[in-house]
């Protein structure tokens, strides 16, 4: 079975605060995705990446940034966290072409 | 880019019934997930279907890629079946899926 984990299932920072997600999956898939979720709004994509080290922007960049140094693992990073990006944040994995694999998500809170 | 439109948005149903939700996509696409999203928040993959028809126990789902639409089916609902399904389209470059805004479901019993 494909596993994909992220960091914490909740967390509360504060603005202004240096915050990072973690994804990791076992699976070797080549791609991984951060989207994050909000009523009304569905799922965006706010970044993807289809190798080590590469990047790719998806709908909603701004405001992150992401990091892949190893292929099991894709990190968001928000510099310095404001409340409009208080959401609920998934991780998903893939081979190129194939079914998306999704975490647990981690539902952050931004005070 | 692809647009994608679930309906209904929202549907109750009474625990046995049966039910139909739809996904039309915009623009040709490399392929058409299924996704159950539970209370929890965790999205769980039902099916991968570029086209024709799968069937997983009591669901099944029919993908038309050239009238653009798929069809997820329900038969004899559960209350465990409650939860938000999504469709989401793949572009044809294989790497980024556009999701619908989702139908959530309420089965009583």
């Known amino acids: 079975d494909v596993k994909v984990t992220q960091s914490s299932r909740y967390l509360v920072k504060r603005t202004g605060e240096k915050v990072f997600l973690e994804c990791v999956q076992d699976?070797?898939?080549?791609?991984m995705f951060w989207y994050r979720q909000d009523p009304g709004l569905g799922l965006r994509l706010i970044y993807f990446?289809?190798?080590?080290?590469?990047?790719e922007k998806g709908d909603i960049p701004e405001g992150y940034s992401v990091s892949r140094e190893k292929k099991e693992r894709f990190s968001l990073i928000l510099e310095s966290a404001s409340t409009n990006q208080t959401s609920m944040y998934l991780c998903?994995?893939?081979?190129?072409?194939?079914?998306?694999?999704f975490g647990p998500g981690t539902r952050l809170t931004v005070l | 880019g692809i647009q994608v439109e679930q309906s209904p948005p929202d549907l109750i149903l009474q625990e046995g019934a049966n039910s139909t939700l739809r996904c039309n996509f915009s623009d040709s696409v490399n392929n058409l997930q299924w996704f159950h999203q539970n209370p929890w928040g965790q999205l769980i993959n039902l099916f991968y279907?570029?086209?024709g028809t799968k069937q997983n126990g009591r669901l099944s789902a029919t993908t038309v890629a050239t009238e653009r639409y798929s069809l997820l089916y329900i038969s004899s609902s559960q209350t465990t079946d409650s939860g938000v399904y999504f469709c989401?389209?793949?572009?044809?470059?294989?790497?980024?899926?556009?999701f619908g805004g989702g139908t959530r479901l309420m089965v009583k019993p």
């Open positions: 989401a389209a793949l572009n044809n470059a294989g790497n980024m899926l556009t």
């Open positions: 998903a994995s893939s081979l190129r072409g194939d079914t998306q694999y």
């Open positions: 990446s289809y190798d080590v080290k590469m990047k």
């Open positions: 699976m070797d898939h080549e791609n």
């Open positions: 279907i570029p086209s």
